[in-house]
């Protein structure tokens, strides 16, 4: 049972989300769909701010939390949602409506093969409308703990993952049929936060974490050598 405090979370748009509809202007009342929807941690707050969702995953277990999660927010809101839940195979997954926004948070970078993730990313394209846009947020793939946090499991994650870079974002995006790419380094120096206390106090990893954030960009190259995360935001084509 969510409580009002965990609801209230869930009202405020995170830093991530503030940052996508920045970078795409998308306004209440837009139709998104999400890749791999989960738990309900994306597509709740965004129905919650008026946006109309849709998402799909290849769990019916995630998608009973899900629906667990929208009962409570629905229930804390007053109000329904406007929510469609699909069940099955991404890569399989036809719809009539065309979005203004397709996303995944977390999900296309653990598609190992590169035919098979050319093709994720086709199918979320197939599924924008033209003029609208595709958003992946992955995790660096650059930083300076990536192979560290690969052998030690930190974050909590041991499912295999690529190890995502702009120019690869830009380039798989660009072939499935996007006219403007901007690939966004975010989270600087968050992966500094998954280091063990021990070895930096877990005030300082704070410190250092949300100060990086409100530092000026001053070099892309040191930015994107110590973000945690890229959000990769590309334009669909209207030809």
Known sequence: MTTSAEFRRLLRLSRTWRTILGATRLRPGAAVFEFGCGGGNQLIPLALHGYRCAGVDCSEDVLARFRRLMADAERFSGR????????????????????????????????????????????????????????????????PLRARMRAEGLGGYRVPEIDYTPALLEAEMREAGASVVRVIPHNLFGYRLLVPATAFPRLGRRLVFWGAQLLPRVSSRFTVRHASSFICVARKGTG
């Open 80 to 143: 329904r949602l406007s929510i469609r839940l699909h069940h099955g195979d991404f890569l399989d997954f036809r719809s009539d409506e065309p979005h203004e926004l397709v996303f995944n948070f977390g999900v296309i970078e653990h598609f190992l093969d590169d035919d098979e993730r050319r093709r994720a990313v086709a199918r979320m394209f197939s599924l924008c409308a033209p003029g609208g846009h595709v958003v992946s947020v992955v995790p660096s793939g650059t930083h």
